[in-house]
């Protein structure tokens, strides 16, 4: 079965530090587009930042310069970094991959949301 599971969440203060992990099952994680996204109640999900299969990258600008998104092939892990903190980060961190879809590109995929599995996500509070 496709599984994904996201940890390491928790609480950090603000220009502290928190690395996200999504473990995948199931598949190879390397071989498909790979998102992270974030929800705050109920104003809804927002993109976070994305790779492709070639390693390229995608962050939504809220987070450029401050989180990084990659990959651990060897144990089909993807990772979420995220350095200088801000209480608007807080949030629930949800980890994405598309294993179904072949004709849509990563970036589209992304921007859309059209991710086929999800995780249960990870609570992530700056205060």
């Known amino acids: 079965d496709v599984q994904l599971v996201e940890s390491g969440g928790g609480t950090a203060e603000p220009g502290g530090s928190l690395r996200l992990s999504c473990v995948a099952t199931?598949?190879?994680?390397?071989?498909?587009?790979l998102g992270w996204y974030r929800q705050v109640s109920e104003i809804g999900r927002e993109g976070v930042a994305a790779?492709?299969?070639?390693?390229?990258?995608y962050y939504a600008n809220s987070v450029k310069g401050r989180f990084t998104i990659s990959k651990d092939d060897t144990k089909n892990i993807l990772h979420l970094q995220m350095n200088n903190l801000d209480t608007e980060d807080t949030a629930m961190y949800y980890c994405?991959?598309?294993?179904?879809?072949?004709?849509?590109?990563?970036?589209?995929?992304?921007?859309?949301?059209?991710?086929?599995?999800w995780g249960q996500g990870t609570q992530v509070t700056v205060s």
């Open positions: 199931g598949f190879t994680l390397g071989r498909y587009c």
């Open positions: 790779t492709e299969t070639d390693g390229s990258t």
């Open positions: 994405a991959a598309e294993t179904t879809r072949r004709r849509l590109g990563c970036r589209t995929i992304y921007e859309n949301q059209l991710f086929d599995n």
